[in-house]
């Protein structure tokens, strides 16, 4: 089938989900056109990204060792660490898309402003050039870590309140020397920029404030990157988590042990918490602990223990919400806890030429999670995949969800988290099922190519 008879696809975004799923239409023959917002591709791990979205700062180093996060024909040097920086990272990304020559079937500095669909069923797409275009398909890549969850607190505060999101090093955006600083928040960017400010030179005083006590996990076990040693796939999860408890209490010991408030939670009852030196920076003293914040008063905090601290700097690393701004129908939007159910994370039922890729916090990689997306996506617009029925696929979402966010506690944070592992294995289980029901229905393409002839 040549590429005029495949449903042409627009690609918002050219971060690691959108040039991995370019690369992948680019492979079938499947035409399609991908917009980024900046001047490279990257998203995320370019680090001061013109585009505004690029939660990167200076030190960091990704979480996920390189044995996990290299697309699967593209491997990482030899000769990287075990956790590489975000450099790396960001070099690996623009040689990727020079390796498979996508460069030039990428625009960049273009936004996708809107993209609604018309009473046909097409895309009609909108750039921050004027220009409109119509697509047959429709891929959201626009990431899910660049609109920044900042809390409201009652009170005024005269220093300087902000997102990690905005933080670049201990002088960017603010010079934090002799500065009482205080992180909000006890996920990895708050560890990261807590262990960093923490060093005696900089911050005063660095408090870390949160509501809940969180089990801070190793980089390191064994001597080993600590994603290297997950249990094998045939082990049931209760089992699993059950000896990883054991081995973490047997390890680390409780955390009250570092002066960190002992967690509500069992470990893996949340996203992990990673680092390899926020504890020994807690234990020797160079990190404080409060509880959440009540009220801003002036120069100082008030923490609903009652303590009050004179402070200069909030930064929250609070998270992010999940954002698609070209959308303006509410059926395309995640619901106000930020839960967006979908089939296999990408597919809306009753919507089917419209893919979500890369809309996960999956354990232990996100980098290369929608490169498995997209060996159905091409398989579906090239005829060879077909969708369960709606009411299938509805049964398949109910049972994925209640398996994925069962053993965490309720938070927005953990709306999207899945199983690396066990996700690979199932959609290559469901690519396969879909290849029968395609046969079955003479390999029709589920979404014809009729943009060209509407544009």
């Given at each position: 089938?040549?590429?005029?008879?495949?449903?042409?696809?627009?690609?918002?975004g050219?971060?690691?989900s959108?040039?991995?799923?370019?690369?992948?239409?680019?492979?079938?023959?499947?035409?399609?056109d991908?917009?980024?917002?900046?001047?490279?591709?990257?998203?995320?791990?370019?680090?001061?990204?013109?585009?505004?979205?690029?939660?990167?700062?200076?030190?960091?180093?990704?979480?996920?060792?390189?044995?996990?996060?290299?697309?699967?024909?593209?491997?990482?040097?030899?000769?990287?660490?075990?956790?590489?920086?975000?450099?790396?990272?960001?070099?690996?990304?623009?040689?990727?898309?020079d390796?498979?020559?996508?460069?030039?079937?990428?625009?960049?500095?273009?936004?996708?402003?809107?993209?609604?669909?018309?009473?046909?069923?097409?895309?009609?797409?909108?750039?921050?050039?004027?220009?409109?275009?119509?697509?047959?398909?429709?891929?959201?890549?626009?990431?899910?870590?660049?609109?920044?969850?900042?809390?409201?607190?009652?009170?005024?505060?005269?220093?300087?309140?902000?997102?990690?999101?905005?933080?670049?090093?201990?002088?960017?955006?603010?010079?934090?020397?002799?500065?009482?600083?205080?992180?909000?928040?006890?996920?990895?960017?708050?560890?990261?920029?807590?262990?960093?400010?923490?060093?005696?030179?900089?911050?005063?005083?660095?408090?870390?404030?949160?509501?809940?006590?969180?089990?801070?996990?190793?980089?390191?076990?064994?001597?080993?990157?600590?994603?290297?040693?997950?249990?094998?796939?045939?082990?049931?999860?209760?089992?699993?988590?059950?000896?990883?408890?054991?081995f973490?209490?047997?390890?680390?010991?409780?955390?009250?042990?570092?002066?960190?408030?002992?967690?509500?939670?069992?470990?893996?009852e949340?996203?992990?918490?990673?680092?390899?030196?926020?504890?020994?920076?807690?234990?020797?003293?160079?990190?404080?602990?409060?509880?959440?914040?009540?009220?801003?008063?002036?120069?100082?905090?008030r923490?609903?223990?009652?303590?009050?601290?004179?402070?200069?700097?909030?930064?929250?690393?609070?998270?992010?919400?999940?954002?698609?701004?070209?959308?303006?129908?509410?059926d395309?939007?995640?619901?106000?806890?930020?839960?967006?159910?979908?089939?296999?994370?990408?597919?809306?039922?009753?919507?089917?030429?419209?893919?979500?890729?890369?809309?996960?916090?999956?354990?232990?990689?996100?980098?290369?999670?929608?490169?498995?997306?997209?060996?159905?996506?091409?398989?579906?617009?090239?005829?060879?995949?077909?969708?369960?029925?709606?009411?299938?696929?509805?049964?398949?979402?109910?049972?994925?969800?209640?398996?994925?966010?069962?053993?965490?506690?309720?938070?927005?944070?953990?709306?999207?988290?899945?199983?690396?592992?066990?996700y690979?294995?199932?959609?290559?289980?469901?690519?396969?099922?879909?290849?029968?029901?395609?046969?079955?229905?003479?390999?029709?393409?589920?979404?014809?190519?009729?943009?060209?002839?509407?544009?």
């Open positions: 089938m040549s590429s005029s008879e495949l449903p042409l696809t627009c690609i918002i050219a971060g690691p959108g040039i991995t799923v370019a690369k992948r239409l680019q492979d079938f023959g499947i035409p399609f991908c917009f980024e917002a900046s001047d490279e591709v990257g998203g995320n791990w370019y680090y001061k990204n013109p585009n505004g979205m690029s939660a990167c700062y200076q030190s960091l180093h990704i979480d996920t060792s390189k044995w996990r996060l290299a697309f699967e024909d593209f491997p990482v040097p030899a000769q990287w660490p075990d956790f590489p920086h975000h450099s790396l990272l960001f070099q690996y990304f623009k040689d990727y898309v390796h498979f020559g996508l460069r030039e079937k990428i625009t960049f500095n273009t936004k996708v402003v809107t993209a609604e669909r018309t009473a046909a069923g097409l895309w009609d797409v909108t750039l921050s050039t004027g220009e409109r275009r119509i697509y047959d398909a429709l891929v959201v890549a626009n990431g899910h870590h660049w609109d920044p969850r900042l809390p409201e607190y009652p009170g005024e505060f005269d220093g300087v309140l902000m997102h990690s999101h905005a933080y670049n090093d201990p002088f960017d955006p603010i010079d934090m020397r002799g500065k009482n600083v205080v992180v909000v928040g006890m996920g990895n960017s708050g560890l990261d920029i807590a262990s960093e400010l923490s060093q005696r030179y900089l911050a005063n005083k660095l408090t870390v404030s949160a509501r809940r006590g969180v089990w801070v996990m190793p980089k390191y076990v064994n001597g080993k990157a600590g994603d290297k040693e997950i249990a094998p796939a045939w082990m049931p999860r209760t089992l699993r988590l059950a000896l990883s408890r054991r973490l209490n047997k390890t680390l010991g409780p955390m009250e042990g570092y002066g960190l408030p002992r967690p509500d939670h069992r470990p893996f949340a996203h992990p918490s990673c680092s390899g030196e926020f504890l020994g920076r807690a234990g020797s003293g160079d990190i404080a602990f409060k509880p959440a914040i009540e009220a801003l008063e002036g120069s100082q905090v923490f609903v223990d009652g303590s009050v601290e004179d402070v200069d700097v909030i930064i929250c690393a609070t998270g992010y919400d999940i954002s698609f701004p070209f959308f303006t129908d509410p395309l939007l995640p619901d106000g806890e930020q839960r967006m159910p979908l089939f296999k994370r990408m597919v809306k039922p009753g919507i089917d030429n419209l893919f979500f890729m890369g809309l996960a916090q999956a354990m232990p990689t996100l980098v290369n999670f929608a490169e498995q997306q997209s060996k159905l996506l091409a398989a579906y617009l090239s005829g060879t995949y077909r969708l369960p029925s709606h009411a299938e696929m509805h049964s398949i979402i109910e049972v994925d969800e209640a398996y994925n966010l069962g053993p965490f506690y309720k938070s927005p944070r953990h709306t999207i988290q899945l199983e690396f592992d066990r690979v294995r199932e959609i290559t289980k469901e690519i396969e099922s879909g290849r029968k029901r395609a046969e079955t229905a003479g390999n029709r393409l589920p979404v014809p190519a009729r943009a060209l002839q509407n544009a």
